[in-house]
T-cell receptor, first 118, second 114 residues
C-alpha cells in the first residue's frame, strides 16, 4: 500500500512563474490537507479538501494560491506568480473517510515538495 | 484558536539517557493528538496517536501521555540512541466535525550524542 505521494520533490521557479504541486493520497483516503513549512519554522495549515470540495481554506493566502482535489487524479496546489517568500517545503497529508467507531483521524504525510524561487 | 507550544525547542543528551518532550495546547476540546518525527529534509513520520478518550499510547521505547484538563502531552523516549536524533512535532486536532485540520507545535530538535 503506497503512502502519500508528492511530486515533484524539488521544484525551482523564477519570480513570476507558476508552481504546481501534486499530491496523491493513500489508497482509500478521501481527505487531503496541505501544510507549508517555511525555513526554520513549523508546519502551518493551508487547506483541507475532500473530493471535489474545499472544506477549510482558512490558512491559504488570499491571492495567488489555489487548491483542488478533483474526482479523478491527485490534489493540486497551485501558486501563481511566485515570489521569493514562497520558497518553502509544502507537505500533503491524507486521512481516511469518517466511517464508524474505528475512525481515528490519523494523518499520514508525504515526503514534501521543496519549492525554491530564484 | 488552538495554539500548540513545544518546550524545549532543542535538547541534547548523551546516548542511553531517558528523556521527556513536552507539548501544551490551549483548547482542551481536542479530537486527537499525534506525535511525529521529522528528519532533516524529509517528511513527517507518525510515531503515536492518542485519541481524546485515551491517556497514553506506547510503541517500543516511546510512550506518549495526554492530560486534556491541563492541556498537556508528553513524549517519553527511553534509552535514547543516536538514531533518535530528529525534530519531534506534536499536532492537535480539535473536536469539530468539520474542522479536520491539525495545529502543529514548532517542534523540539533532539540530538543524542554517542
Amino acid at each position: 500500500n503506497a503512502g502519500v505521494m508528492q511530486n515533484p520533490r524539488h521544484l525551482v521557479r523564477r519570480r513570476g512563474q507558476e508552481a504546481r504541486l501534486r499530491c496523491s493520497p493513500m489508497k482509500g483516503h478521501s481527505h487531503v490537507y496541505w501544510y507549508r513549512q517555511l525555513p526554520e519554522e513549523g508546519l502551518k495549515f493551508m487547506v483541507y479538501l475532500q473530493k471535489e470540495n474545499i472544506i477549510d481554506e482558512s490558512g491559504m493566502p488570499k491571492e495567488r494560491f489555489s487548491a483542488e482535489f478533483p474526482k479523478e487524479g491527485p490534489s493540486i496546489l497551485r501558486i501563481q506568480q511566485v515570489v521569493r517568500g514562497d520558497s518553502a517545503a509544502y507537505f500533503c497529508a491524507s486521512s481516511p473517510p469518517r466511517r464508524g467507531r474505528l475512525y481515528t483521524g490519523e494523518l499520514f504525510f508525504g515526503e514534501g515538495s521543496r519549492l525554491t524561487v530564484l | 484558536k488552538q495554539e500548540v507550544t513545544q518546550i524545549p525547542a532543542a535538547l541534547s543528551v548523551p546516548e542511553g539517557e531517558n528523556l521527556v518532550l513536552n507539548c501544551s495546547f490551549t483548547d482542551s476540546a481536542i479530537y486527537n493528538l499525534q506525535w511525529f518525527r521529522q528528519d532533516p529534509g524529509k517528511g513527517l513520520t507518525s510515531l503515536l496517536l492518542i485519541q481524546s478518550s485515551q491517556r497514553e499510547q506506547t510503541s517500543g521505547r516511546l510512550n506518549a501521555s495526554l492530560d486534556k484538563s491541563s492541556g498537556r502531552s508528553t513524549l517519553y523516549i527511553a534509552a535514547s540512541q543516536p538514531g533518535d536524533s530528529a525534530t519531534y512535532l506534536c499536532a492537535v486536532r480539535l473536536h469539530n466535525t468539520n474542522a479536520g485540520k491539525s495545529t502543529f507545535g514548532d517542534g523540539t530538535t533532539l540530538t543524542v550524542k554517542p
